[in-house]
């Protein structure tokens, strides 16, 4: 197993932000360079200890599914391979390979386009609660992890503080437009059709899964990291079984373990035990395989 890549080095080149799992950096022509690193969250905190390959994964994933969708809609991706990338980076090619993206710069909506084909998670307390998901009513008796009689879109306005907010589609349509609003509603569950075909035709549920989106000479296009694990909830189709929690290919094992150390969500977060760290892997690999099919990362010449 490769050792964890935890945080990015690239000399001089301008440092614009620094995320949960990905580093970004300024270009020249209105170009960005994204590289996800092998850093993992969980609770609001980045772990003391990575997960290797995780960003290879994530990056990898999303490149897959950018092309997948190329019919649908458009997106911020120039290029994965690193021998493409400008001649300044070439030296930093280890740190690179099958990790990172070349994008246009756009100009994003503040919106975290959310779509919901399950009760899971979020959605799940707030229908125990109020009957109702994000302020759109379902049919009363729903269990946990039903499906929904048809796919919701529950947007959520992005902030910097802890978790983004969930609003209603008007609130969405008073901040960017209700022309511009409706576009991204019915991207979001176009896209999510799409995937969720894909997904079930390798032995998956995409349960739920969030987009953002941002404006290119005038066009509408996808960016940052789309249907990865740590955006979507993804459940093994031959194991679902309403009523409960389901299984999931994401961090999982890594919030069970830090519940069972009972820590205080506080900073500093604690590191993981290897065992931990290595199951977590096998997950977003198990996802990784299932989904694009492929068994092995590639390298860095041919992410």
């Known amino acids: 197993m490769n050792q964890a890549l935890l945080q990015t080095d690239l000399g001089s080149l301008p440092l614009t932000a620094r995320g949960k799992v990905r580093d970004i950096y300024a270009l020249d022509e209105g170009r960005l360079l994204f590289v996800a690193t092998d850093r993992i969250s969980a609770f609001d905190h980045v772990l003391g200890s990575g997960v290797p390959d995780k960003g290879r994964i994530l990056t990898q994933l999303s490149c897959f599914w950018f092309d997948f969708l190329a ?10 391979a690193v021998r493409d990338f400008p001649a300044a980076l070439q030296p930093y090619a280890t740190q690179l390979g099958g990790r990172s993206m070349v994008v246009r710069r756009a100009e994003m909506f503040p919106i975290e386009c959310v779509v919901r084909g399950y009760l899971s998670g979020s959605g799940w307390k707030d229908y125990q ?3 109702a998901v994000c302020g759109i ?8 992890s039903d499906r929904l009689p048809e796919p919701i879109f529950t947007p959520a306005a992005k902030n910097n503080v802890g978790h983004d907010e969930n609003i209603s589609f008007e609130q969405m349509a008073a901040t960017i437009g209700r022309e511009k609003a409706e576009e991204l509603k019915a991207l979001t569950l176009a896209i999510y059709e799409k995937a969720s075909r894909h997904a079930a035709s390798k032995g998956l549920i995409l349960a739920d899964t969030k987009f953002e989106f941002g404006s290119l000479g005038g066009k509408t296009i996808l960016a940052d990291e789309v249907l990865t694990p740590d955006s979507s909830r993804y459940w093994p189709a031959d194991g679902y079984r309403p009523g409960g929690a389901q299984p999931s290919f994401d961090k999982q094992y890594v919030r069970d373990y ?46």
């Open 71 to 80: 019919d649908v809609v458009p997106n911020h991706l120039v290029s994965a």
């Open 258 to 303: 830090l519940e069972s150390i009972r820590w205080n969500k506080q900073a500093p977060a604690p590191s993981l035990p290897d065992e931990v760290v290595a199951r977590t892997r096998e997950k977003y690999m198990e996802a990784f395989h299932l989904i694009t099919g492929r068994t092995s990362l590639a390298d860095s010449e041919t992410p």
């Open 129 to 131: 609660k109020t009957g």
């Open 137 to 144: 009513h379902l049919p009363a008796g729903l269990r946990e």
